[in-house]
């Protein structure tokens, strides 16, 4: 069965940078697409990044672009999220997610049960 388990979230200081890896299995992760998606506290989901299966194609929402790099091993079968200059509105449960065509939603796809990052002083 697919599974996807989202590692290297934490505490980090305004300013400061995490990467996140993702770790996938149960399907030919090659062949996908893969995304991070964000929710903080009392807000929506948040489409964070998209890569396609080569590394080709990629999308960053406005939000995080220029601050945030999103990469893709196929070889070891992760998926990777690097923060940089993070902000305390940044501050959000992490998904990785293989996302189905439709609207956003964690009953669609399959997702990761999320990594928690939190940036504060």
């Known amino acids: 069965q697919v599974q996807l388990v989202e590692s290297g979230g934490g505490l980090v200081q305004p300013g400061g940078s995490l990467r996140l890896a993702c770790a996938a299995s149960?399907?030919?992760?090659?062949?996908?697409?893969m995304s991070w998606v964000r929710q903080a506290p009392g807000k929506g989901l948040e489409l964070v990044s998209n890569i396609d299966s080569s590394a080709f194609s990629l999308y960053y929402a406005d939000s995080v672009k220029g601050r945030f790099t999103i990469s893709r091993d196929n070889a070891k079968n992760t998926l990777y999220l690097q923060m940089t200059s993070l902000k305390p509105e940044d501050t959000a449960v992490y998904y990785c997610?293989?996302?189905?065509?439709?609207?956003?939603?964690?009953?669609?796809?399959?997702w990761g049960r999320g990594t928690q990052v939190t940036v504060s002083s």
């Open positions: 149960g399907f030919t992760f090659s062949n996908y697409g």
């Open positions: 997610a293989k996302l189905s065509p439709g609207p956003l939603s964690r009953n669609s796809g399959y």
